[in-house]
């Protein structure tokens, strides 16, 4: 992951939030490809270089990051 680019490590945490919806809930898949484009966008805006760095380096959100994706989810409804 270290290698990937802004907008691939987007799509990266758009697929994960879809593949989760679609394992807890039953979801139209345009809903869940929606809400979770929201939230992948609105994460990789929120995120310093520094912490979109740290999630490719390591696969996890850091601390200062955690805060900002529970934004982005409660922002998105996912």
Do not use: H, W
Request: hydrophobic content about 30%; aromatic content about 4%.
């Amino acid at each position: 992951m270290r290698n990937l680019t802004d907008e691939q490590l987007r799509r990266r945490i758009q697929d994960a939030c879809i593949f989760q919806l679609s394992e807890t809930e039953e979801t139209i898949k345009t809903n869940a490809v929606n809400r979770c484009g929201c939230y992948a966008g609105n994460l990789m805006k929120a995120m310093t270089k520094d912490e979109a760095d740290e999630l490719r380096a390591n696969g996890t959100y850091g601390k200062t990051a955690r805060p900002k994706v529970e934004s982005a989810l409660k922002v998105c409804k996912v």
